[in-house]
């Protein structure tokens, strides 16, 4: 009875690890360090928070436009392309959950028999859209000896007639990895020049320790080509707040696929997301500095670990370390969880180059982070 498209879309392994520490609790088992789940251990800031509160208290819990609150619309806008250097108006942001942005996107341009260019490892659901849009994603390999920057020569040997469109997130779900203003520009003159649209996911933006965020709808001749999503469940610890934004040259296609699912994003949720904007940013600000120690004090234990080895990453809030021993990434994550009660997630689910690897949010506090670990030399010496 299942159709034929959803059949051919895996399950996430990420939510499977989540859904296998569940049942472990469940059975008694309650001292399980998890750095499985890619959101932030903070709290919404106050103010976020009072704002939706106010909100609520004064009945704005109706409908709002499609595409959002002009309000938030003209904010984004602004703040995009002040900070990013994308030429959009209020007209070209459309306020929606940032996964939602991401699958409306394959809906809206993907046809069967497409071909999407997917750097490998990437986040795990990019495959899952492009196969329920019916098109086929096709890994680019990116390597640990090479800080997992995609390589533009590879883009380019990956092309053939059928490629639609290749999707860039930077900093990278899961390496880490900031892609160089260079690589992004490499890449830009090879969409020009084959015609090929970007899905650009920026929604760790703001997460960087060094160098710099660089916007592929900021460079020359990708305005038109680009379709970038953001949002503010990392940057605000706002993950289960659900709202973000697609930014398009034309939105019309996605929003009317809107118009069609949710409607709209929820009203009050909006109000909150202008505050978190406006507002101060220190909280934000203050929780990216404790994610830079968090990701050095991860760093230097790790490297006590025999037989593992680990990248610097620049960005985000994870790390994938890379352990040098004849096992598969997911007898790794069992062992981790079951034998030392850690949860990480397998680097396989996270495409071909993720083998032998694993991925490890350090958004958990310096004490978890401290115990996980010194469970998982453990667990791997024993290997």
């Excluded at 709002?64 to 250097?85: H, V």
């Excluded at 900021?218 to 707040?241: C, F, Q």
């Excluded at 790790?302 to 790390?319: R, V």
Aim: with cysteine; proline share 7%; hydrophobic share 40%.
């Amino acid at each position: 009875m299942v159709s034929q498209r959803l059949q051919a879309v895996p399950p996430s392994d990420t939510v499977a690890i989540s859904n296998l520490v569940s049942e472990m609790k469940a059975s008694g088992i309650d001292d399980i360090i998890s750095f499985s789940l890619g959101e932030p251990d903070f709290t919404t800031p106050g103010n976020v928070i009072d704002a939706a509160v106010d909100s609520l208290h004064k009945g704005f819990t109706h409908y709002t436009p499609s595409m959002g609150l002009p309000e938030l619309r003209k904010d984004i806008a602004d703040s995009t392309r002040a900070k990013n250097g994308i030429p959009c108006g209020p007209q070209n942001v459309l306020v929606t959950p940032t996964k939602q942005a991401i699958f409306m996107w394959a809906l809206a341009y993907l046809d069967p028999g497409d071909e999407v260019l997917i750097p490998d490892p990437a986040w795990v659901s990019y495959e899952a859209v492009v196969l329920l849009a019916g098109a086929k994603p096709v890994y680019v390999p990116t390597y640990f000896n090479e800080g997992y920057v995609i390589d533009p020569e590879r883009v380019r040997a990956a092309i053939t007639p059928k490629t639609k469109a290749i999707i860039i997130n930077s900093p990278s779900n899961p390496t880490g990895a900031v892609q160089p203003e260079d690589t992004l520009k490499a890449i830009a003159e090879i969409c020009v020049e084959k015609d090929i649209i970007v899905l650009a996911d920026e929604i760790y933006e703001h997460i960087i320790y060094s160098g710099k965020h660089v916007s592929l709808a900021s460079l020359p001749g990708m305005w038109e080509r680009t379709y970038t999503v953001s949002g503010l469940s990392k940057t605000y610890a706002m993950t289960g707040w659900r709202i973000g934004w697609l930014i398009a040259d034309d939105i019309k296609s996605i929003n009317k696929l809107q118009t069609h699912s949710i409607t709209c994003c929820t009203s009050f949720v909006q109000q909150a997301a202008i505050e978190a904007i406006e507002g101060p940013q220190e909280a934000r600000d203050a929780m990216v500095k404790e994610f830079k120690k968090r990701r050095d004090l991860a760093l230097d234990l790790l490297s006590e670990i025999k037989d593992l080895e680990c990248n610097k990453p620049d960005g985000a809030f994870y790390l994938f370390p890379r352990l040098d021993k004849d096992v598969d990434s997911n007898t790794v994550a069992k062992k981790l969880l079951q034998e030392g009660h850690v949860a990480v997630t397998p680097g396989r689910a996270f495409g071909p180059c993720g083998e032998g690897s694993f991925r490890m949010s350090y958004a958990a506090s310096e004490d978890d982070i401290t115990e996980g670990i010194a469970r998982m030399r453990k667990v791997l010496n024993s290997l």
